[in-house]
């Protein structure tokens, strides 16, 4: 009895805890995504105020080949960021496991710092290095090694790297969290066994660290998709399905077809990370 | 000489390493049989994993040469060295099957895909464990990884197998059968091991030769019987077994014995296997088990001591005494209880001169 009563005491004490999140989690995830979804389902009426009619018309507007390459932009660049991520990322996030604790804490600083600034300030600093007249094309004309100055800017180049510059962390601690967990034993055993350097890497660390190149690729990948300031930033030119959307919502004032967007781009990224954990992907925090 | 020559697989020629903290290897030189079983013995952090780490590739000495056949290894790595290793952790690939994890030293020396599963079934049958091929290494108890670990060294037919403490994360029941099984299957097989261990019974049980280690040395190189009965050091003589070791003036030796004298009394020891003179002062070693207390003097003898407990061990009693001078002895020789001397009482220590040790004895000078 006594027993009882005390699980039922955690049970509830669990719950004082749970609630407040679970609260947390409808009002600002759960409400917002349901009204999205409401709003793609129902049509406007004249005075921009909701109609209660259901309508799949804003999904079957969204059927133009036009709007495809829109969303085809996106997945394309995303997918670039997160391959050139990775092939800078996890080498950056081996040596920082690998490294003594000195060159440890400073790649980790390295990672870390430029979270203490915003997004949006680091790339206009990045704009500035590649602007026409800008430090970058100074050094090169100084080393002689161009005539004219290079127009960085506007190429599609310039808005990958600022891609890569804001989304590679995100590459870099999956990667090195799964680097420095493996048993390093068993690479030794391996080139015990008569491996090459490079083999034993490709027969047991690469292995045993695709937890976290796969995590890394997710996380890259999935905000990936969404993000069009950036390119607007580097001028760019593209057009994306973030570009897309806003220019419905805002432009536009067309919120059914606007939401309809955000719905498909949603179901995208859900499908990606679905995918993800099906193949045994790790836990990511999501569920 | 040219045949004796023949015979040596390993050579240790002056190794020396340092890991920036002091030495961890001073000028190790050992050469070791074919078929030999060569145990490194010692506490943990005196160099011996160093100096397997050495054999195989996995560090590279400061100074000295690892030779092989006649063939200076010292720069090759790892993967170029007939040499296999079995990890203290077992280091099974955890993403690998049994099977895989075998075969894993024949896949990348290319051997093709029959002529691997004829080895790894042979493998695994070796080490009785054919029906687990398909298992992964999670799946599989302490005892069983052991045996893949083993049967995966194997493998690739090295010249010399190196076991890093390799029975030490098992319990002892299991510890005894695996120590008879290996010994079974380097006998069969007649591979050279160079085994290490920190636990003495399980060197003395299964070696030809010992190298005891402390301290980036080798204290003593020798067969079980000559560190058990002539240890070379102290070190040895406390690291090894359990004895009682007095210190004492020679007061008369004539070749065969002689008699020593020190604050406790007077006693005698062989001194067939040591070089001492009169007035010199020198080490015994007296095993546990060949320490007697009789309740009367013996010849040749005059250590009283004082009965301070007497024990039953399980077919003999030990009896446990204070001397005159303080040291604290075990006796054995008594089988029960009822025979034993009780606390308080006077006994008079005494052995076999033949069967104490002279420690540091012309034995092993050479």
Avoid at chain 1, 2 to 7: L, P, Q, S, V, Y
Avoid at chain 1, 226 to 254: A, P
Avoid at chain 2, 91 to 117: I, S, T, W
Avoid at chain 2, 229 to 249: E, K, L, M, N
Wanted: charged share 20%; proline share 4%.
């Amino acid at each position: 009895m006594a027993r009882k009563g005390g699980m039922r005491g955690d049970a509830r004490r669990n719950a004082m805890f749970v609630a407040p999140m679970a609260l947390l989690a409808v009002l600002l995830v759960a409400l917002p995504l349901i009204y999205v979804l409401g709003t793609s389902l129902v049509q406007t009426g004249e005075d921009f105020s909701l109609g209660a009619t259901f309508t799949l018309d804003n999904y079957k507007r969204l059927l133009r080949a036009d709007y495809l390459q829109v969303f085809l932009n996106s997945l394309q660049l995303a997918l670039l960021t997160t391959l050139v991520s990775l092939l800078i990322g996890y080498p950056f996030g081996y040596c920082m496991a690998r490294a003594g604790r000195r060159w440890k804490a400073l790649l980790m600083m390295l990672v870390i710092i430029p979270f203490w600034t915003s997004a949006l300030v680091r790339i206009y600093g990045w704009k500035i290095l590649l602007q026409a007249n800008g430090p970058i094309n100074a050094v090169l004309r100084g080393l002689g090694l161009i005539d004219k100055n290079i127009k960085f800017l506007g190429s599609y180049g310039s808005v990958l790297l600022a891609m890569v510059y804001c989304m590679i962390s995100m590459m870099i601690l999956p990667c090195h969290s799964a680097v420095d967990k493996m048993d390093f034993t068993l690479v030794e055993a391996a080139r015990d066994l008569g491996s090459r350097p490079w083999r034993a890497f490709l027969d047991v660390t690469l292995p045993l660290t695709m937890p976290g190149i796969l995590a890394g690729c997710v996380l890259v990948f999935v905000p990936s998709v969404g993000i069009f300031y950036l390119s607007d930033i580097m001028g760019g030119g593209l057009v994306l399905v973030g570009n897309l959307i806003r220019d419905q919502l805002l432009k536009v004032r067309d919120w059914n077809t606007g939401s309809a967007m955000s719905m498909v781009l949603i179901l995208i990224t859900a499908g990606v990370y679905l995918v993800y954990r099906k193949s045994g992907g790790d836990d990511l925090g999501v569920f | 000489m040219d045949e004796a020559m023949a015979e040596v697989l390993l050579s240790l020629r002056h190794i020396s390493k340092n890991f920036g903290e002091g030495d961890v290897l001073q000028d190790v030189s050992l050469d070791v049989e074919r078929g030999e079983f060569v145990t490194l013995l010692g506490a943990s952090g005196c160099g011996k994993t160093t100096t397997l780490r050495i054999i195989s590739g996995l560090e590279t000495p400061d100074a000295g040469e690892v030779i092989l056949n006649g063939q200076d290894m010292t720069d090759l790595p790892p993967e170029s060295r007939p040499v296999n290793t079995v990890f203290q952790s077992y280091a099974l690939f955890p993403h690998m099957n049994v099977e895989k994890n075998v075969a894993y030293g024949l896949r990348v020396r290319g051997m093709d895909k029959r002529a691997q599963a004829a080895r790894v079934r042979e493998m695994l049958e070796l080490v009785q464990m054919s029906e687990y091929a398909g298992r992964m290494p999670a799946q599989l108890s302490g005892g069983q990884r052991q045996r893949i670990a083993i049967a995966r060294a194997l493998a690739p037919q090295p010249q010399l197998l190196l076991l890093d403490e390799p029975l030490g994360a098992l319990d002892l029941q299991l510890r005894r059968q695996m120590q008879i099984e290996l010994k079974r299957l380097q006998k069969k097989l007649g591979i050279t091991f160079i085994y290490i261990t920190h636990d003495q019974e399980e060197a003395i049980n299964m070696s030809d030769r010992i190298a005891v280690m402390r301290g980036g040395r080798f204290e003593q190189l020798g067969t079980p019987e000559e560190i058990y009965d002539h240890p070379a050091t102290r070190y040895v003589a406390q690291f090894i077994g359990r004895s009682t070791i007095f210190t004492g003036t020679v007061r008369s030796a004539n070749g065969y014995s002689a008699v020593i004298e020190n604050e406790n009394g007077r006693f005698t020891v062989d001194s067939a296997h040591a070089e001492i003179r009169e007035g010199e002062i020198c080490d015994v070693c007296v095993r546990t088990e060949r320490m007697r207390a009789s309740r009367t003097p013996v010849e040749g003898f005059d250590l009283p001591a004082t009965v301070r407990e007497a024990r039953y061990a399980g077919g003999h009693v030990l009896t446990y005494v204070t001397t005159r001078g303080g040291v604290e002895a075990v006796a054995e020789g008594v089988e029960r209880m009822c025979d034993a001397p009780a606390a308080g009482d006077t006994v008079y220590l005494h052995w076999n001169p033949a069967q104490a040790a002279v420690i540091g004895g012309a034995s092993h000078g050479a």
